[in-house]
């Protein structure tokens, strides 16, 4: 190959090169516009939800969670949580019978869920309002969790006092 052939397959490596690039860097340049409403929409998965102590330890909350989390871009949202093994104890049976017994009664008060709406209130603060809760006296009522979005990662710590040693970690479903 002669000088000017190399020459050129050296421009056009170059060219393909840059062509990449800026392929690379439009898309972080998409990733990095996208905003925390953009991110938060869609369902999360709980990975771990624990409990710190006043010595720094952490420990699963009630011996170990798992929940759904739903955001839309609409403004609205679900929450969902049940212990790790709901509702393996109990088997099947009917939803609040009256004949129930209190034992059962108490095994389905352990499923938490509530569905209203959410904004971004800083950029470190999400607020949810609950328009239906699985505690009637939570109907109505603001919650406020501070969050931290990191990919396909949700932290959260709601902010409520005697609540703020829990920690929540979400990822987002594909």
């Keep these: 190959m002669d000088e000017r052939q190399a020459a050129l397959r050296l421009v056009k490596t170059l060219r393909l090169l840059w062509a990449a690039g800026f392929l690379v860097a439009c898309d972080a340049a998409e990733e990095a516009s996208t905003t925390p409403e953009e991110q938060l929409s869609g369902r999360w998965t709980l990975a771990y939800m624990d409990v710190v102590d006043s010595l720094g330890d952490a420990q699963p909350y009630m011996g170990g969670m798992r929940g759904s989390l739903l ?14 093994n709901y509702p393996d104890p109990m088997g099947s049976f009917s939803n609040f019978d009256s004949l129930q017994s209190v034992e059962h009664l108490k095994h389905l008060a352990n499923f938490y869920s509530y569905t209203g709406s959410y904004r971004i209130e800083n950029d470190s603060v999400l607020l949810h309002r609950s328009s239906m809760h699985s505690n009637p006296r939570e109907w109505n009522r603001d919650s406020r969790r501070a969050f931290r979005l990191s990919g396909d990662s949700l932290f959260m710590r709601p902010l409520a006092a005697g609540l703020e040693r829990i920690r929540l970690l979400w990822i987002k479903d594909s």
């Design 71 to 84: 955001y839309h871009p609409s403004g609205t949202m679900s929450l969902h949580l049940t212990p790790e």
